[in-house]
């Protein structure tokens, strides 16, 4: 392999023979959003001896050392500027948006002064017409909501320490460690509703949260309106689902419309109307999604079409039902902000199967749905991207919720769908998974422009983002499952609060030692004292913990959406340079907090480059790299939640703690602290040996 790094720092700094010795705590600086040193061209970093005469060098940029101020040689000034964050090639039409979506990445000179251009005045010879600019809003101050504060404490440390603010919390208010345990009762949970019930005349013009009115379907006659229709028919009788329908459907059957039973897991008219309008995936033109999804619009709810099966994985001893009918899914992670609105609280809860549990009756199910941003999946004919031990990876298209569109008017973008194979491991990985890239911060999915000094390399690099874009961890909703369930346990909630009656009653009769009352609550009495003998007194807390858990070759995978991001590595082909760009991701994921474990080169992809142009110009001479599969990784502020959590665990459930045993929590806390230190440091140790090792990096 040949030493032939383009990337190095030329130019050394003179020092005042009688200057200072450099502070301990360099100047800040400019900084990327990691809050790494920046420069915009490597002509922007120069080495610099700590102090007058030492061997010794350390490499600061142009910024810090304009910061610092020591400028012996009368090195002539230059304009400061700030990173800019690249956009890539535009591909989304995002309502009432002009400060993000929908333009051209502007491109860099000297002072950024360059404005980005909208898409549609783009054509491939213009590219550099001036004419085309145009005052759009500045580009939003580089959010640095992320970035660790410019002092040595690191991620894990204020993890540690926020930790340690909520155990002192608890310390002073013992009721406050008191966590509230409350089951909602349900009565209405098996209010099923006959399918023909229209919304119309109770939404009329109301105004839904997506912005957008109310309308009755279209009646257009695409495939999937008869797949729709189909669906409402089948789905019952499919899986044996058929119930009897109560409350709200006993007052539709009625006022007339008496044709079909609905389920709960039918779809509702606005999951129908986000249907109707369903194509299928075209792979030939369909272009990738490399943008944010804005939050307003990020799905709630994933209808996925998947004819083959594809989600109840590659289980060959499974006999896969036809998968003709849409599966609804919901959004687990990320969580937003408007999840504590009625529409979207199922998220508060990733184990509960449900979609609806908030939402009792048919109207406001309706109504919630209608408030929810719906998007469809498609996995007809998905051509397979990779397969790993625990999942196998698609590309599939996804035609985002209204009213969002595309510049190139086709409905659908294509993504990268994860889905785990069947053990309870494979699952897991996959659900770990989508609570890393919960965590992950903006910058890490995001690119700069100019270089970065990742501690420790020696020469800048590029600032790449470092993981694909994140676009949601969705869990198969079965509200069938969760009816059954519900209906059980209040079934045994009310036999529970009967049999206590009875007891009460009896006990009254003996203390008040009246015999005719006695004589009276005879019938009660023995049937009390039959039961107490039968009752363990723990059936009442079984009844909430041991609903059994569907057999696992029954559940659908859930479905990790991320940014496809090319195919593996090999480091061996690659130049210096592109081997230490690989590198520094690593590194600036361990600065972030986060370990991979499982670092191969085959989970770390390379795709064409760069992303700011149109696909077809862009090449393998400019790659882009991303680190995938995070099935093993770890967060360090998460690792010490879990290991808390297991220390709460080990005390049973949630009570009022004594004085002395909130001293044994704290005492095996500061166990579990310690561990997560130790944990960290060795984690990323091993990683950074087998990180050099794969990439063939010799001197970092
Ligand atoms: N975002 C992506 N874009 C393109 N291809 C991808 C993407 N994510 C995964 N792949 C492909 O799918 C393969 C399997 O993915 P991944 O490594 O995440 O699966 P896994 O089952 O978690 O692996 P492991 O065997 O390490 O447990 C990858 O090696 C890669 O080829």
Redesign the pocket.
Known sequence: MNNDRERVILHEWPRDPDGPTLPELPPQGVRTPNNMPWGHTLDDFYWIHPFPGAKSKLIWTRSMLDEFGENFGGQPGVPQVEPRRLRPWPLLKVPNDDASFGLVDETCNRDHSLKPRPFHAVKNTELESTENKIESPPEPALMNDDAPPATKESILEGAVKSQDRLLEDDGKDDESAMAKVFVQVDDNITGGAVLEFSIEGETGDRQNCTGLRSTSPKKTDTMWQQVVKKFSTTIASDRNLMIKAEDDTKKDESEGSKAIVETHDDLTPAERQAMESFMTTNYETVQKLEERIPEEYFPDILLVNDPSGFTISDNPFLSRPSRTLPVRYKRVWPKLKRDGEPATLFNNDLHCPSAFHWTLTQTERYAASECRRIATLDLSGAPL???????A?RKAGIRLPVPLTTQTGDQHVSV?V?LSFSLSEDRD?LENEGRIYDAFPDHLQESYCGYNLVASMDHPVPVGACV?RFFGYYVPVQEEEEAKHRRETLKSIKKEVERRREREVKREAKKIGVDEAVESTDAYGKLAEEEEDDYSGEDNDDNFSDYPPLPVEEIYSPILL???????IEPEQFSEDERSECFSLVLRLHHAGFVQN?LYP??I?RQPGPLTVRPSERSLKTPSFRI??F?RGEFGPLFVEKCLASVWGRMGPPMVLTREEMDKVKEEAEVGKEEVVRWHNNSIRDELWRAARVLHVKDY
């Open positions: 991207l990779g397969k790993g031990s625990h999942s990876v990268a994860k990985f694909p991320v940014e496809e991001c090319g195919t593996p499982s085959r989970n992809l995938i599969d099935g």
